[in-house]
């Protein structure tokens, strides 16, 4: 059974940082792109980052870049999303999900991870 | 960026109707127009991509059309568990972009 779980999420102050993890499971991670989507509260969706597979090719909206680093570790099945200079504006359940390419569907996501960005 | 735009933003239905979602695209995304489905409190499901591709699992009750700019998503005999909100995304041109999502409710 294909299993994506993120975990990281949590309160932090504007200008902060934060690492969010997703650990996959149930797949041969490291054929998969993996992307980050983020949903405010009570919003919409919105892409953020993703990364091939082999962790060389990286892709941010202009809203992150500059800010979020996104990055695998394929031995351990692992994506993750460094997320620095946070603000009020990234706050948001941040999903992790498969794609089969680079600009595709959403495959498989995980459960989400809260992250609240106030002071 | 492509500005996806979904009508209307609510609906409401009654079990066993016939549901049609709309997804407008401000240019062309070709057939690249992939629909999701999100229940209250868990993460989105892929339900259809590449316009009319149904996903594993999916009912068939489900249905997906259009090309160019114009889509839709229909529900050919709503069900209980369809009440939810629907996401369409465009992944034929970078960066992909998402739909403000039609929340059908039940009436």
């Known amino acids: 059974e294909v299993q994506l779980l993120e975990s990281g999420g949590a309160l932090v102050q504007p200008g902060g940082s934060l690492r969010l993890s997703c650990g996959a499971s149930?797949?041969?991670?490291?054929?998969?792109?993996m992307s980050w989507v983020r949903q405010a509260p009570g919003k919409g969706l919105e892409w953020v980052s993703t990364?091939?597979?082999?962790?060389?090719?990286?892709y941010y909206a202009d809203s992150v870049k500059g800010r979020f680093t996104i990055s695998r570790d394929n031995s351990e099945n692992t994506v993750y999303l460094q997320m620095n200079s946070l603000r009020a504006e990234d706050t948001a359940v941040y999903y992790c999900?498969?794609?089969?390419?680079?600009?595709?569907?959403?495959?498989?996501w995980g459960q989400g991870t809260m992250v609240t960005v106030s002071s | 960026d492509i500005q996806m735009t979904q009508s209307p933003s609510s609906l409401s239905a009654s079990v066993g109707d016939r549901v049609t979602l709309t997804c407008r695209a401000s240019?062309?995304?070709?057939?690249?127009l992939n629909w999701y489905q999100q229940r209250p409190g868990k993460a989105p499901k892929l339900l259809i991509s590449?316009?009319?591709r149904l996903q594993s699992g999916v009912p068939s009750r489900f249905g997906g059309s259009g090309s160019g700019t114009d889509f839709t998503l229909t529900i050919s005999s709503l069900q209980p568990e369809d009440f939810a909100t629907y996401f369409c995304?465009?992944?034929?041109?970078?960066?992909?972009?998402f739909g403000q999502g039609t929340k059908v409710e039940v009436k």
């Open positions: 999900a498969t794609r089969v390419s680079v600009e595709g569907s959403f495959d498989m």
């Open positions: 149930g797949f041969t991670f490291s054929t998969y792109v």
């Open positions: 990364i091939g597979g082999s962790g060389f090719n990286t």
């Open positions: 240019q062309s995304v070709s057939y690249y």
């Open positions: 590449d316009t009319s």
């Open positions: 995304q465009q992944s034929s041109s970078f960066p992909s972009t």
